[in-house]
């Protein structure tokens, strides 16, 4: 053989996994590495762990959930973004990482855009929640009151987005006395809030529907633009007059940046298919952590995660809370 002909076969070798990424024979080799930032048990980990075995059936390919837990989600999504764009390390990306922290933290350790961001998955809103035997049996009753007399709030930790909530309504509510007690995340915020130490608590949906139906809290409103079916009761922070309150905790399907675009777009492809299984249907029903009617995929998911950075960094310089590390 020739030596133009043996480089030829060297170059065509070296090449061949790009090339067989590009022309879609991904996947071919391995596991798929679904990264979930949290520990086992919450929501990204249940989410990641309904997802799994349908992504699996889809790629023709296993795909394993792996927790790597720690700094409220930071360190699971740092190792995702500096692993190989090949198509074999997806993440859960999680607006708790993505938008909030990226608003309140002095420094990332990572561009928070710049993934290959594939599409939203669901959505869980934010409650205002009070006990049971609160006296506050209204929004109004409740920021009239943080006028005048310290009311306090407790949040899974300063910078979260419970906390961006707090402050927003501190400031929309001119509620000068609404007064924020950080914990070491949502439970013992619970705890405390039961207990009568604290007057409320911002925490997300998921955790609080079996509370909720059973009476022992009491949900003043929900920052979904809509009431939800399933709780019909809980009023919108938007029909109260506090439109900016309207939101949500997100979790995408994301991967490192650059990955290959047939890749990405199959993947994309599928997320709707993924979401509409009547299992993974069932459980997000459960606790009331929904998808979009339309999924929001690719640019359009890229453009809402600018535009919450913005948003969300502005509230939190003007409540002036920085998270300095």
Same mark, same amino acid.
């Given at each position: ?20 990424a590009q ?6 080799r ?10 086992? =048990?919450? $929501? /990204?980990?249940?989410?990641?762990? @309904? *997802?799994?075995?349908h992504l !699996? ?46 608003a309140?933290?002095?420094t ?10 594939? =599409?939203? $998955? /669901?959505?869980?809103?934010?409650l @205002? *929640?009070?006990?049971?035997? !609160? ?10 009151a ?6 306090r ?15 927003l309504?501190?400031?929309d ?16 915020a619970?705890?405390?809030l039961?207990?009568?130490q ?18 022992s ?7 979904t ?18 439109n ?21 777009q ?21 606790v ?19 535009s ?18």
């Amino acid at each position: 053989m020739k030596r133009r002909d043996l480089l030829a076969v060297a170059a065509s070798t070296v090449a061949a996994p790009w090339v067989h990424a590009q022309s879609g024979a991904w996947p071919t080799r391995g596991n798929i590495r679904l990264i979930c930032q949290y520990p086992p =048990g919450g $929501l /990204v980990d249940t989410v990641a762990r @309904l *997802l799994a075995p349908h992504l !699996s059936q889809a790629l023709s390919q296993t795909v394993v959930v792996e927790n790597r837990a720690g700094a409220g989600g930071l360190i699971g999504t740092e190792y995702a973004s500096r692993q190989p764009a090949d198509g074999y390390t997806l993440l859960v990306s999680h607006a708790s990482v993505h938008i909030y922290a990226t608003a309140t933290r002095r420094t990332m350790p990572f561009d928070p855009v710049n993934f290959t961001h594939m =599409g939203m $998955l /669901v959505e869980a809103p934010m409650l @205002l *929640l009070v006990r049971a035997q !609160s006296p506050y049996q209204t929004l109004a009753q409740y920021v009239n009151a943080a006028k005048t007399k310290p009311v306090r709030y407790g949040t899974s930790g300063i910078g979260s987005a419970n906390h961006l909530y707090g402050e927003l309504l501190k400031i929309d509510g001119q509620a000068n006395e609404h007064d924020h007690v950080p914990y070491q995340g949502s439970a013992p915020a619970m705890q405390d809030l039961l207990g009568g130490q604290i007057d409320s608590v911002f925490d997300p949906v998921t955790t609080n529907v079996n509370q909720l139906k059973a009476g022992s809290l009491r949900a003043l409103a929900i920052s979904t633009p809509n009431r939800l079916p399933a709780l019909p009761n809980i009023p919108t922070f938007a029909e109260l007059g506090y439109n900016s309150l309207t939101g949500s905790q997100w979790l995408g399907l994301s991967a490192p940046k650059n990955l290959p675009a047939p890749i990405a777009q199959r993947i994309t492809a599928l997320i709707p298919e993924l979401l509409a299984k009547p299992d993974i249907m069932a459980r997000l029903e459960e606790v009331q952590t929904l998808p979009r009617k339309t999924p929001l995929v690719g640019d359009e998911f890229v453009k809402l995660m600018q535009s919450q950075i913005n948003t969300w960094t502005a509230v939190a310089k003007r409540a002036k809370v920085e998270v300095i590390v």
